[in-house]
């Protein structure tokens, strides 16, 4: 492990620098359940169904180690954040403060945010060009159902579309298509239009480490992914998201968690067929993912890249 990082110190497309952190969500050793249960500390836990937070998503503490990509140094190889745990199950019904119960989807999400705000951290988050960091892991007994479809990392304007998103398992259709998609386990990364920018396999017993940088003004995106502790590498171009709006109304919470689609239920009506947040068919099933790594700094110092390495921000 310290020969490749000590090997990736000589790559020359490498500036070491600092580069300023906006909200960093790698749970401290010092949050708690409680915390996350008041959305004390960096996590608005507000998206799930109608039992506690702490009943959809815990701290690991020492128990599961994060990606090692944020270790506090070269030689220092102790975690310095707690992995956290996200499922839904069939109570994870989510009313939001208007439209009625979500019956179509079960979600557990949590938003970025400092202390329950987000209102505020949106706009700093969301301005300029900066990049949005989040690890993700199986989590081996509760495995998803590829059948469906799952959006688990996003950022959602008021308007309900997503900046970029990260996609599992098969996309919802209606009528149902032939499923699971061919690529139903592989990770898609898609811009605001839906397209895919970047696929990769979810593979077991894996750190898979993501960035997506996103011009505000500019409205482009652009990915960078490793696993493990390998350095983060760019794997798109600067892409054109020109569908995203601009300015305030833009800008939206970033999400990450479990957020799983139904399936079109025959017994609906054409109309409910197609309303997938309230109609449709789930399972039930106990189902999660792990987190780490989940942070977001501006390019001004360039892009965090792993052990305190930084790489030049992508450019067009
Ligand atoms: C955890 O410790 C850090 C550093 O001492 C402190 O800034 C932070 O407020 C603490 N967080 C909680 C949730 O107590
Ligand atoms: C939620 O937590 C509160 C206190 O933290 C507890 O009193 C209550 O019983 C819990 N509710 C459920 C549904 O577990
Ligand atoms: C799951 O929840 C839905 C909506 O509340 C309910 O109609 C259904 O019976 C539940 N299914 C199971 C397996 O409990
Ligand atoms: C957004 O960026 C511009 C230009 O760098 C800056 O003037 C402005 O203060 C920033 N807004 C926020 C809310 O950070
Ligand atoms: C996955 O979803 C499909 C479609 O609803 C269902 O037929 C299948 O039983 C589910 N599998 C599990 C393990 O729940
Ligand atoms: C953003 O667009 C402007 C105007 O087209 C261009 O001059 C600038 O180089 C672009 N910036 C980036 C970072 O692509
Ligand atoms: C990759 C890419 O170009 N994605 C889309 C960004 O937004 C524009 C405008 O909607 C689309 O035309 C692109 O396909």
Redo the contacts with the bound molecule.
Sequence with gaps: MLSKVITAVLLPAVLVVATPLIWDGRAPFNLTSSNLENSIGPYLTVVKGSENATHYSSLLGHSELPTPLWNDGLLDLSPSEQVVSITID??S?FVPGSGGPQ?GFRRTEFIAAVNGDHDDLNPIMENGTTVFHFSIKLDEKRPLNYTHEYQIVFIEPNDGTHVFEVQLGSPFTDPTGSLPASDAHWFKVRDHALNILFKTPFTSDTWHNFAVQVDWNNRTLAVLYSQDDSLLRVVTDVEPNLSASLGPDAQGDFHFGVLKLPLVNPADSPADQSDVVHFGI???TTEGLLYSGVFVESIAGGISAGHQIFAHPVVG
């Design positions: 069939n109570s019904v019956f789930q399972e039930g």
